[in-house]
């Protein structure tokens, strides 16, 4: 499976891969970001139940704190 992830191609060994798994994959779990697929913001809550499709575009912004 072939997925954007920020103009980037990754290539994935799975057929199924959900949001959760990707956030795994990623060493993102625990950290504050945002994920938009293919242009639509996808909420924390759903992150278990979607899955992720072949040409998926993600953009995945990372929370900045600061004053």
């Given at each position: 499976m072939k997925i954007?992830?920020?103009?980037?191609?990754?290539?994935f060994d799975t057929d199924i891969l959900t949001f959760e798994s990707l956030i795994k994959e990623l060493n993102l779990a625990g950290?504050?970001?945002?994920?938009?697929?293919?242009?639509?913001i996808i909420p924390k809550s759903c992150f278990a139940d979607y899955q992720l499709s072949n040409g998926d575009k993600l953009e995945i912004i990372g929370a900045v704190g600061g004053g």
């Open positions: 954007s992830i920020n103009g980037k191609i990754k290539n950290k504050r970001f945002a994920i938009e697929r293919n242009g639509e």
